[in-house]
Every structure is written in C-alpha cells, then in structure tokens.
C-alpha cells in the first residue's frame, strides 16, 4: 500500500509539475505577444480569411491598417494565410490579434480560444445572408435532389455559406454528391463550375442592393469572367446566416482594444472607409455584436444534428 502510494504522490507532483509549466509557458507567450504589442517591432497583427483572391484582400486590409494606424499612432500588419483554419489557430496562438472572420469560424474560434467577436458586418442593410449553390445554365441539374452523384465544389471547411450550411442540408435531405473538392474561396469555387471541373459550387449571397447590381459570390468574377451569370445559375439556397465577424484575440490590452474598436468605428463614417469596406468584403457597415448573437447557428446546427468539428474533417 505504502508503495502505491508512494507512486501516486509521484503521479500527482509530476501532473502538478507538468501543469504549472504549462500554465507559465502559456503566461510567457501571452506576455511576449503583448510586449510593446503596436510598436514596430511588435506590430497589431490583422489577419484575412481567403474568401477571395488574396492581392485584393490584402490591398483593402493595407488600407484599413494605414488608416487605424493614422488614428491610433500603433503599427499593424497584414496577413492572408491559406485557410480559414490557419486564421483560426492563429488567433489561438497569439500569432493574429485581430481577424476578419466569417461566421462559422467565428465560432469554432470562441470555442477553441475564447476569441471575442466586435463587430458584425452589414451589407446592402442586412446583416445576414445565406448560402447558395450553383450549376452552369446548360446543366442538367435544375434542383438540390440533381446533386446526387454529382461533383460539388465547396469553398472552405470553415465557410458557413460555402461548406458548412449547404453540406448541412445536403446531408439533411439524404443527397450524396458523388466527390468533393475545397477550392479554397467563393470565386475560385464558381469559376470550378464554369471551368466544369465541377457540376456545383457553393458560396455566399445576398439580395441585390438598390441599384440592381448582383451581391452574390460571382460578381467578383465579371471583371474576368464577364459571361458567368450568363453561364450559371442559382438552383437553391441555404438557411439564412448571422453576417461575418470583425473579431479580437483573448486578451488583448484593454487600451489596445478601445482605440482600436474606436478607429474602425470611425472608419466606417468615413467616406475613404466606406469605399474600402465595399472593396473589402462588399460591406456596408461595421454593428457592434455579442456573441449571443451567433447563437442561432450553434442552433442551426444542434437541430440538424451537425458535429462543427465533424464538417471540419
């Protein structure tokens, strides 16, 4: 007995020991990211997600970053990195302060990392929108049931609109596509489609905003695809969506936190900061948010019976 419990003393020192390691390499990294966190040599790091293609990404988040720099007097950096997942584990990691991140990563980056959401966007008023799936016009298939043992072009594991709602529904009608493939963002998703490297694609829309022109995912192709609404087609959509985040890591500086929240409110006032949301995301405002606000896609996804984690895999 003496000798058993000799072990579990071990046992317990050796977790306790492990524990307070951790628990002080977590405290070391937290201190290092926060350590003159806004100077030049440790600049606010503004992460993107790769909805769309990254140079014009990163060109809208520069202006962005030139311009809280400008009202805050601290440094930023800008960076799109290949996924949404790798956005997500960035924030976890104290490697992004700040990430611009759709809905369902939002999420999964609350629950991993504790991450707190700021703003949510809006576009053309709304501040939500919804999947769709599309298919070129001479297809045959006219209907979600037409998806059966077809190839679908997903965009991200992470993309609420192109992933995790119309897979969600797929699954939920017993519709099983024939193959898949993660392209990466919405365009290259519908450009998939119009290659016909695949017979579906799925991305984001929203209704038309007052001048008739189109907010759904493929209007970011015209400028190099001027035919796609002629060659493709809307066949069905989602549910409706809580819109995309504006979202700071856990434990930033409070001070950081205000000047910041501060500088992108006034931003969205401004008319250099209207053109650059529009650019951006296609966003027309930045309203505070909770994360209660999100609460009807955790929901969504409780109904149908739907595992995040298990969409991710």
């Known amino acids: 007995m003496d000798g058993v ?20 390499s977590e405290k070391s ?34 202006a962005i970053a030139k311009y809280l720099q400008e009202e805050t007097g601290y440094y930023f950096k800008v960076a799109v990195p290949t996924s949404y997942a790798a956005v997500i584990e960035a924030l976890g990691s104290n490697r992004a302060d700040i990430a611009w991140l759709p809905t369902f990563a939002y999420i999964i980056a609350k629950e991993r990392y504790d991450a707190q959401v700021k703003f ?3 576009r053309n008023g709304l501040n939500k929108y919804r999947g769709q799936f599309i298919t070129r016009t001479d297809s045959n298939i006219k209907t979600l049931e037409d998806i059966q043992g077809k190839i679908i072009a997903y965009t991200d594991a992470s993309s609420t609109s192109g992933y995790i709602y119309p897979s969600a529904l797929l699954k939920q009608k017993g519709i099983k596509p024939k193959d898949m493939i993660l392209t990466g963002g919405h365009s290259s998703a519908i450009q998939a489609v119009y290659d ?10 929203s209704p038309d905003d007052s001048t008739g022109r189109h907010k759904d995912a493929r209007e970011k192709l015209l400028e190099t695809i001027p035919d796609i609404f002629d060659k493709t087609m809307i066949i069905g959509f989602t549910d409706w969506i809580p819109n995309d985040t504006v979202t700071y890591r856990k434990e930033l500086p ?60």
């Not at 016909?196 to 829309?205: E, I």
């Not at 936190?257 to 501060?262: N, Q, R, Y």
């Not at 409110?265 to 296609?282: A, C, N, Q």
Request: charged share 30%; glycine share 4%; with cysteine.
């Open 254 to 313: 409070k001070e950081i936190d205000a000047k910041v929240t501060a500088a992108l409110v006034k931003f969205t006032k401004s008319k250099r900061g209207v053109e650059t949301l529009m650019s951006l995301y296609d966003i027309d405002d930045l309203t505070p948010a909770t994360d209660k606000d999100y609460d009807v896609v955790r929901q969504a996804l409780k109904i149908m019976n739907i595992d995040p984690e298990t969409l991710q895999k």
């Open 5 to 24: 419990n000799m072990k579990l003393r071990y046992f317990l020192v050796a977790l306790l020991a492990l524990t307070l390691f951790a628990c002080g």
């Open 196 to 205: 016909r490297r695949a017979d579906v694609a799925c991305s984001y829309w």
């Open 29 to 62: 990294r937290l201190d290092k990211a926060n350590r003159g966190l806004g100077s030049k040599k440790n600049p606010i790091k503004m992460y993107f997600v790769p909805s769309l293609e990254a140079g014009k990404v990163v060109s809208s988040g520069e």
């Open 120 to 122: 949510m966007t809006k």
